[in-house]
T-cell receptor, first 111, second 111 residues
Framework: TQLLEQSPQFLSIQEGENLTVYCNSS?????LQWYRQEPGEGPVLLVT???GGEVKKLKRLTFQFGDARKDSSLHITAAQPGDTGLYLC???????????WGLGTSLAVNP | DADVTQTPRNRITKTGKRIMLECSQT?????MYWYRQDPGLGLRLIYY???????NKGEISDGYSVSRQAQAKFSLSLESAIPNQTALYFC??????????FGSGTRLTVV
C-alpha cells in the first residue's frame, strides 16, 4: 500500500515566522501536488511538481520535489494569518492517475 | 458560478433514509471523483468516473452508489444512510495535467 506521510501533523506559529512541512513516502511518484484547504471548503491546488529536484515558488511559498521523487517539502517565508489552513500533499503513482493523499498538516498562524 | 458545484451544502438525515448528493461542473473535464473526509482519516475515495460510460469503485464504496448523468454531472447516493456515513463529502474533477478542482463540499449528518 502506498502511503504519504505528512509532518508535522499540527503547527502553530506567530506571524512573520518561517516554517517547513514535509511529505514523505517510500514509493516513487510521477508527480506530486500540494493543496490548501480552509475550514468548510474544498482543497485548492497550489502547485504540481513533476521533475526530481524541481523547485517551484508561489509568492512566499517554496515547493521542492525530492531527487528520487519520493518526498516533497513546502516552505513558507514570513507566514501570515491568511496562510492558516490544512496543507495536503497528494502523489500520482501512475495508477490510472488516482491520487494518493496524505493526512495533511494543520497550520495556524497567529497575529 | 463555481467551477464545481455541490448541492446541498449541508444535510441532516435520518438513519435508513436514501439521500442523493449532487455535483455539477463547468470545467469540461471527463474525470470526476467522490471523496469523503473524516478527521484523522483524510480524504478517502468512494467512486470515480473517467467518462460517462466508465464508473469505478474506490476504496470505500460499500453503502454508496453513483450515477454519471452527463459529462458535467456526477451524483452520489447513500442507499440507506447510517450514522457512520456522517462526514464531509467532496466532488472533484481532474484536468489533463492531473490537478484536481474540488467543490465546496456537502456536510452530511446521519442521526
Amino acid at each position: 500500500t502506498q502511503l504519504l506521510e505528512q509532518s508535522p501533523q499540527f503547527l502553530s506559529i506567530q506571524e512573520g515566522e518561517n516554517l517547513t512541512v514535509y511529505c514523505n513516502s517510500s514509493s516513487v511518484f510521477s508527480s506530486l501536488q500540494w493543496y490548501r484547504q480552509e475550514p468548510g471548503e474544498g482543497p485548492v491546488l497550489l502547485v504540481t511538481v513533476v521533475t526530481g529536484g524541481e523547485v517551484k515558488k508561489l509568492k512566499r511559498l517554496t515547493f521542492q520535489f525530492g531527487d528520487a521523487r519520493k518526498d516533497s517539502s513546502l516552505h513558507i517565508t514570513a507566514a501570515q494569518p491568511g496562510d492558516t489552513g490544512l496543507y495536503l500533499c497528494a502523489g500520482d503513482a501512475g495508477n490510472n492517475r488516482k491520487l494518493i493523499w496524505g493526512l495533511g498538516t494543520s497550520l495556524a498562524v497567529n497575529p | 458560478d463555481a467551477d464545481v458545484t455541490q448541492t446541498p451544502r449541508n444535510r441532516i438525515t435520518k438513519t435508513g433514509k436514501r439521500i442523493m448528493l449532487e455535483c455539477s461542473q463547468t470545467k469540461g473535464h471527463d474525470r470526476m471523483y467522490w471523496y469523503r473526509q473524516d478527521p484523522g482519516l483524510g480524504l478517502r475515495l468512494i467512486y470515480y468516473s473517467f467518462d460517462v460510460k466508465d464508473i469505478n469503485k474506490g476504496e470505500i464504496s460499500d453503502g454508496y452508489s453513483v450515477s454519471r448523468q452527463a459529462q458535467a454531472k456526477f451524483s452520489l447516493s447513500l442507499e440507506s444512510a447510517i450514522p457512520n456515513q456522517t462526514a464531509l463529502y467532496f466532488c472533484a474533477t481532474q484536468d489533463r495535467y492531473y490537478g484536481y478542482t474540488f467543490g465546496s463540499g456537502t456536510r452530511l449528518t446521519v442521526v
